[in-house]
Structures are given as C-alpha cells and as structure tokens.
C-alpha cells in the first residue's frame, strides 16, 4: 500500500500529474486544496486567496492518514509537504521554469502581488525546503541505490517512508509522468506489472 504525495508552487504541474498518476496506477486522487475551503478563515482579497486552519486540515487529515485511510492514493496540494513524513512514502516536489509559470498566473488573471509572491516560492525552493524541515529525507542517488538493490521501501515497515524528491517539469507532462514512474519502480514502491 502507497502513499504519494504530491507539492510544488502554484502552476507547477500538480493537479495534472496527479491525475495522470492517478489514472496510470489505478490510484484514488485527493485534491487537498478543495479541503482547504471546509478550514476557511477568511478571504485574502489583495492576493485573490483565502487564509484557512493548516493545523485543523492536518489534524483531521493525518487521524484518517494514521488510522490506515487513503491507500494507494495520490495527494496533491501546495501544501502537502506539511503532511508527516511517517505517513507518507514518497513526497515529489514538482519544479517548473520561471518564464512558463509567469505565463500561467497571466492566464489565470493574478494580480501582480500574487505573480510575485508565487514567483518567489519557485525561486527560493520553498516546498523543498519546506518539506526539509518538517523532516523528509531528502533522497539522493545513494538512497535510491541503497534501496534498490536491497529490500522494498514501501512495504517493511521497519523501512523509513517520507522520502522527498523533485522533479523538473520543462518537457511534456508525459515525459513528467514517466520520469515520476521510473522513479517508483526503482523505489520498489509499484507492484511489478508487464511493460
Ligand atoms: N509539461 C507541461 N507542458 C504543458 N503544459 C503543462 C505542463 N505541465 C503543466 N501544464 C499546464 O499548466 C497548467 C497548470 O498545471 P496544474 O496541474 O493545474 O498546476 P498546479 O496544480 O500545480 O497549480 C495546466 O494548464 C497544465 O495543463
Ligand atoms: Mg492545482
């Protein structure tokens, strides 16, 4: 049983390669932003947003998460690296070139306070480093040699989870979706299917 979770900056990619994931491997999908509006605070309208409860969506959330919910499933959200490593197998940190990003808050009619802001989050790594330091391991080649050459990361539970990698999305969302795949199947975290 799996468990992906999915950040990035806003426009990064993270809605569509959940989906995409989701359908490769016959995984359930949780969009955690559309829970976000059941925490709602109250309205940002300068930066067209909405501040919600983190604490309260994470509390409800991991319970479900601890009491063995959400298996094999995919979740997505700018914010899901604040989920705990322990419950998580791996984390993927979508990066995205600034110029395209740029053009997709265009289209999405952000003002330029919010171009800026969410702009900055993908030039500093933020849910990278984020996800850092709420302690995710960061997984290097040596992790992924490690690991594959010796027993299944997701299925001993003696094994750590909360693996957190990223991935450049600068090629087609298909090209995303394959390099995500490769990396699961080295990780041992897919069951083995027929190519
Ligand atoms: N590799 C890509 N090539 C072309 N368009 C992409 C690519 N990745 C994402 N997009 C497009 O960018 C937009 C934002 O993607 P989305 O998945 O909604 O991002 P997020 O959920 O991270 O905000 C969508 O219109 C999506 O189709
Ligand atoms: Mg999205």
Redesign the pocket.
Known sequence: MVRIAIS??????????AKELGRELSFSVIHLNELAEKYKIEDVEELQTFDFDLDALLDTFEKELNEGLHQNTII?S?FSQYIHPELIDILII?N?DLKELKQ?YEIRGYNPQKIQDNLEVESFNLCFYEAEEVGYTVGTSEVLGRVSSSQDLGHETANPRGFVFSFD?N???D??VEKVLRRLKKLNLLEVKDE
């Open positions: 990035g900056s806003v426009g990064s990619g993270k809605t569509t390669l997505e700018h979508i995205r997709e999305n090629k087609s969302m090209n995303l």
